[in-house]
């Protein structure tokens, strides 16, 4: 009861526009240093949203991730790239992307399916997908924000392999991804990284 009436009085307050201040998250806070390492090492930065699809919040929050360091990365020359087993979350991806271009004044530099992968539908050839990916493109810095299962142990250890910095967020698999991320958000901090990004009243 006293959860739903807190609720209840963040809405309200929230919709009289009412803003609270979200603390520093140790795990968004290094997905903008990860920016900046990837400049410096000249190589890409990676960013999957996991498995799910668009009615995921999980999966919305990786998307929000995603157009923050595509966006950033656009602007001071630096490739984000990403890939899903969804084909609807593939194609908002493909509009992040294209829009994050767009907005640093270089659209020039989108191609569709030079930044966004598909391999499949099913959990395990996006797994393998994904991690040749990583073999492949050799990322500096790989986020793991959204519902993810068995595929994220594949890409995690494989983004060892290549030493990138690895940080996640999720709610369910959180004991996979703490195996081999060096920085997390850990449950509802994925969403509370989100509401950081976009700014938007009532989502914090």
């Not at 997905?31 to 990837?38: D, H, K, Q």
């Not at 509009?95 to 659209?107: H, L, M």
């Not at 369910?172 to 950081?196: H, P, V």
């Amino acid at each position: 009861i006293a959860a739903g009436i807190l609720t209840y009085v963040a809405y309200y307050l929230g919709k009289g526009g009412k803003t609270w201040d979200i603390r520093p998250l140790e795990g968004l806070e290094a997905t903008y240093e990860g920016i900046g390492r990837s400049a410096e090492m000249g190589r890409p930065m990676m960013v999957l949203p996991g498995i799910s699809n668009l009615g995921n919040p999980q999966t919305l929050a990786g998307l929000t991730m995603l157009g923050e360091a595509a966006q950033q990365g656009a602007e001071i020359g630096i490739d984000t790239i990403t890939s899903a087993s969804n084909t609807s979350v593939v194609t908002a991806m493909e509009a992040i992307v294209r829009s994050s271009y767009t907005s640093a004044g270089k659209p020039e530099l989108y191609s569709p399916g030079k930044y966004v992968r598909w391999f499949g539908g099913d959990q395990f050839a996006y797994a393998v997908g994904a991690a040749g990916q990583i073999l492949a493109d050799k990322p500096a810095v790989i986020v793991y924000c959204g519902y993810f299962l068995f595929d994220v142990i594949v890409d995690g250890e494989t983004g060892q392999r290549v030493g990138a910095v690895q940080i996640g967020g999720t709610l369910g698999s959180m004991n996979m991804i703490a195996m081999f991320c060096d920085y997390l958000l850990i449950g509802e901090e994925l969403f509370a990284a989100s509401a950081s990004i976009t700014r938007e009243k009532m989502a914090i």
